[in-house]
């Protein structure tokens, strides 16, 4: 959790409602980038952004993932949380479609650049001035993350770094029955803002953030055969495996995919 106050941000499994495992940054580097809280993630995990408001007054709250606004402001009253995703609403009912972490490349060599590793969720909060008067909602749908094009635009970094974001994920959740009718309110001054990281397992690794398992640097030497370089001939690239699991219904239907990073060390001398 990243707390500012009386706000705060975490991520939550999209199905069990599980807080995601979470990190404290133990270098410097890390620190420098506003917070040292990450969350850890793996590869097409789905996600809701869980946003709290403990204070004593209601307030107006927008959200924006990877840089991107997922395009719709919320009310959030005093003493409450809400799990919040891609939202639509149409016939009467609210519905949010959680976020799916995508690993967008994977390279061996760790980015100097600790930003352009870690995935970035942002949850600003304002003070909420009610005036007069209902408005009423007949349809929304949220465009954010509904295509590849809208992930690419959102990729404007060198592939060969190893980056992780986020798109439109396949879980839905109906939240509520709604009638559209919204209070008129208007925008108070920003309270707080909240930033929190996100990325996989590898990549918390690559950036320091947890600490290196044994052998990794090992696992990781790139192999040369190329005398003039002057270095030992012979060193045996290791490149995970990417494992993928299928979780499926009674019919036999694929209701979820998951990659997972396999890195086998077992024919490797010592």
Same mark, same amino acid.
């Given at each position: 959790?990243v *707390?500012? &106050?009386?706000?705060?941000?975490e991520?939550?499994d999209?199905?069990?409602k599980e807080?995601?495992?979470e990190?404290?940054a133990?270098?410097?580097s890390?620190?420098?980038?506003d917070?040292?809280v =990450?969350?850890?993630v $793996?590869?097409? #995990?789905?996600?809701f952004?869980?946003? #709290?408001n403990d204070?004593?007054?209601?307030?107006?709250?927008?959200l924006?993932?990877?840089?991107?606004?997922?395009?719709?402001? @919320?009310?959030?009253?005093?003493?409450?949380y809400?799990?919040?995703g891609?939202?639509?609403?149409?016939n009467?009912t609210?519905?949010?479609?959680?976020?799916?972490?995508?690993?967008? /490349?994977?390279?061996?060599?760790?980015s100097?650049d600790? !930003?352009? !590793?870690?995935g970035?969720?942002a949850?600003? =909060? @304002?003070?909420?001035?009610?005036?007069?008067?209902?408005?009423?909602?007949?349809e @929304?749908?949220?465009?954010?993350?509904?295509s590849?094009?809208s992930?690419?635009?959102?990729i +404007?970094?060198?592939? /060969?770094?190893k980056?992780?974001?986020? *798109? *439109?994920?396949?879980?839905?959740?109906?939240?509520?029955? +709604? +009638?559209?009718?919204?209070?008129?309110?208007?925008?108070g001054?920003?309270i707080?803002?909240?930033?929190?990281k996100?990325?996989?397992?590898? &990549?918390?690794i690559?950036?320091?953030?947890l600490q290196k398992p044994?052998?990794?640097e090992? #696992?990781?030497?790139?192999?040369?055969?190329n005398?003039?370089?002057?270095?030992?001939? &012979?060193?045996?690239?290791?490149?995970?495996?990417?494992i993928?699991?299928?979780?499926?219904?009674e019919?036999?239907n694929?209701?979820e995919?998951?990659e997972i $990073?396999f @890195?086998?060390?077992?024919?490797m001398?010592e």
């Open positions: 959790m *707390q500012k &106050g009386l706000f705060s941000v991520l939550t999209a199905k069990s807080i995601l495992l990190h404290k133990t270098i410097s890390c620190k420098e980038l917070l040292d =990450f969350v850890e $793996e590869p097409a #995990a789905e996600y952004i869980r946003v #709290a204070s004593s007054e209601s307030v107006i709250c927008n924006s993932v990877d840089g991107e606004d997922l395009g719709y402001e @919320f009310v959030l009253n005093a003493n409450e809400d799990d919040k891609v939202w639509k609403f149409e009467g609210s519905r949010h479609t959680a976020l799916k972490v995508h690993k967008v /490349s994977v390279s061996s060599d760790a100097s600790v !930003n352009k !590793n870690i970035v969720v949850v600003n =909060f @304002f003070k909420y001035i009610e005036d007069d008067g209902v408005e009423i909602k007949t @929304f749908k949220s465009n954010w993350g509904d590849k094009e992930l690419g635009s959102r +404007d970094i060198d592939d /060969s770094k980056l992780v974001m986020s *798109q *439109q994920g396949t879980y839905t959740e109906n939240c509520k029955e +709604d +009638d559209g009718k919204r209070k008129c309110y208007t925008y001054d920003e707080v803002s909240i930033r929190l996100y990325c996989t397992t590898v &990549g918390l690559v950036d320091g953030v044994p052998l990794w090992y #696992a990781r030497m790139l192999k040369t055969n005398n003039e370089t002057g270095e030992k001939e &012979g060193i045996e690239t290791v490149h995970p495996k990417i993928k699991r299928n979780t499926c219904d019919k036999g694929v209701i995919e998951k $990073e @890195f086998d060390l077992t024919a001398e």
